[in-house]
């Protein structure tokens, strides 16, 4: 498995403001955006490309245009709050959606929604902003595998050491990038330091 943390002083700034039990929902939603602008540009660093001439009011150059269109997946509730970002970075994009949630005793994850677009041979996304036991995640990557994804990505704000290694034994081969690896999960599964639970500080609930 390959982690990529993202180290940008703009990053930890509004990873700051996430972790911060004081910060509104309004600010919360907005530093959700922000940090997940340099989480997009990392894992879309790899898509395919091609050369292409484009013609300057000087004289004709080389360019580039991008070749693949890749599939950005939140996973419901909470990775939500970063799709927006996806589709303004890369606005031909397909979107397919997972929805997961996790029982609050026992910490494990059911799924309750999945809507996909055709996956055959694609390069899959998958977006949320938390990665606690990696329930969540392992069942959705298996479903983007079992759909016909080549290559599946996970991007998270914060991840968890127990999260990390339960990807790494399903996927070995998967590219996780994240804004922070923190310490480790509490006894009700909620990652430490950490932010608190992100749908409800996003949503408000
Ligand atoms: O790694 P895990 O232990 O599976 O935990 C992580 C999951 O928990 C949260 O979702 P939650 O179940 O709270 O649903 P929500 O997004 O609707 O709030 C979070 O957004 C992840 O999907
Ligand atoms: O710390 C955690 C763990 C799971 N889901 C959250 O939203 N936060
Ligand atoms: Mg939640």
């Known amino acids: 498995m390959a982690l990529h943390i993202v180290e940008h002083p703009a990053a930890r700034h509004y990873l700051t403001i996430l972790r911060d039990e004081q ?11 922000k940090l997940t602008l340099f989480l997009a540009m990392e894992a879309t660093r790899s898509l395919k490309e091609k050369t292409t001439t484009v013609v300057t009011p000087l004289e004709e150059t080389g360019g580039f245009a991008i070749e693949e269109s890749p599939v950005v997946v939140p996973i419901l509730r909470a990775g939500l709050g970063m799709l927006q970002v996806f589709v303004d970075l890369l606005p031909e994009v397909s979107v397919g959606y997972v929805g997961m949630e996790r029982d609050e005793t026992t910490a494990k994850a059911k799924s309750y929604y999945c809507k996909l677009p055709p996956m055959d041979g694609r390069t899959a996304i998958a977006i949320d902003p938390m990665l606690a036991t990696g329930g969540s995640a392992e069942a959705v990557v ?4 079992d759909a016909g994804a080549a290559t599946v990505k996970l991007v998270n704000i914060v991840a968890a050491p127990e999260g990390l290694a339960r990807i790494e034994a399903a996927f070995p081969e998967i590219e996780i990038i994240a804004a922070a690896l923190d310490r480790c999960l509490n006894e009700k599964a909620y990652i430490c330091p950490g932010l608190g639970d992100f749908g409800d500080r996003l949503y408000g609930t």
Request: aromatic share 14%; hydrophobic share 35%.
């Open 23 to 33: 910060t509104p929902h309004a600010t919360f939603r907005a530093a959700c955006e």
């Open 142 to 145: 298996q479903r983007l595998y």
